[in-house]
């Protein structure tokens, strides 16, 4: 596609209940990252894709969370046993390989954890 | 003038007048640097980059400049319009980080009519 995109855009969960949030990055675009942002806040990253290489997990909070990209192109973060501190925007980005290369950004999935 | 709202820090402009953004990069190997805007309810969107060989950079109604001296980058806009009114983020690559962005905290930008 044309961007980046993210679904759903809004997901309500129990607390407890595992949840996935679904990444399509632009095609051809060989790295991925996964952000959460709090309420007015900024960006803590999560996660990092690059190629085949093993994922950067550096950035994820707990065990709860992991993420996957099959095939090089599609990721799933999934958030297992959500708690309410969970709630955030999960923003996803995609880029080129190489680092002059900025991230190109969907418009995030807004998990509330009730 | 700027003022520390409720989790980042803001800045409210008259409408017409020029907005100054500043940023202090943390690390003094970062040669390649962003700023990013983003509008409620969307995700950053690319703005202007500079390299590390340059002092400033110039797009439409857009200036980055940058003082790696003090590790400071700035976005200055013309003009402000409402449409302007965003969260605006710095990031920084250090060329061993390959292509990963080391985000700062956000700046809100307000426009008053």
């Known amino acids: 596609g044309a961007g980046v995109s993210q679904s759903p855009s809004n997901k309500v969960t129990e607390k407890g209940k595992d949840v996935e949030l679904r990444c399509d990055p632009i095609s051809g675009h060989t790295a991925l990252y996964w952000y959460r942002q709090s309420l007015g806040q900024g960006l803590e990253f999560l996660i990092y894709?690059?190629?085949?290489?093993?994922?950067?997990k550096s950035g994820l909070p707990s065990d709860r969370f992991s993420a996957e990209r099959t095939g090089g192109s599609v990721s799933t973060l999934t958030i297992q046993r959500t708690q309410q501190e969970d709630s955030a925007v999960y923003l996803c980005a995609s880029s080129l390989t190489g680092r002059d290369y900025g991230y190109t950004f969907g418009s995030g999935t807004r998990l509330t954890v009730v | 003038g700027e003022s520390v709202g409720l989790h980042l820090p803001t800045l409210s402009v008259q409408e017409g007048d020029n907005s100054i953004i500043n940023c202090a990069y943390s690390n003094s190997a970062s040669d390649y640097f962003i700023w990013y805007k983003q509008e409620s309810g969307k995700g950053p969107q690319f703005i202007i980059d500079?390299?590390?060989?340059?002092d400033k950079r110039q797009g439409q109604r857009v200036t980055v400049l940058l003082n790696k001296t003090v590790k400071h980058l700035s976005l200055q806009i013309a003009a402000t319009q409402p449409g302007d009114s965003a969260v605006y983020f710095c990031?920084?690559?250090?060329?061993?980080?390959?292509?990963?962005?080391?985000f700062g905290g956000g700046t809100r930008l307000m426009v008053k009519p």
């Open positions: 990031a920084e690559n250090i060329w061993m980080a390959g292509n990963m962005l080391t």
């Open positions: 500079i390299r590390s060989n340059m």
């Open positions: 894709f690059q190629g085949n290489s093993a994922p950067d």
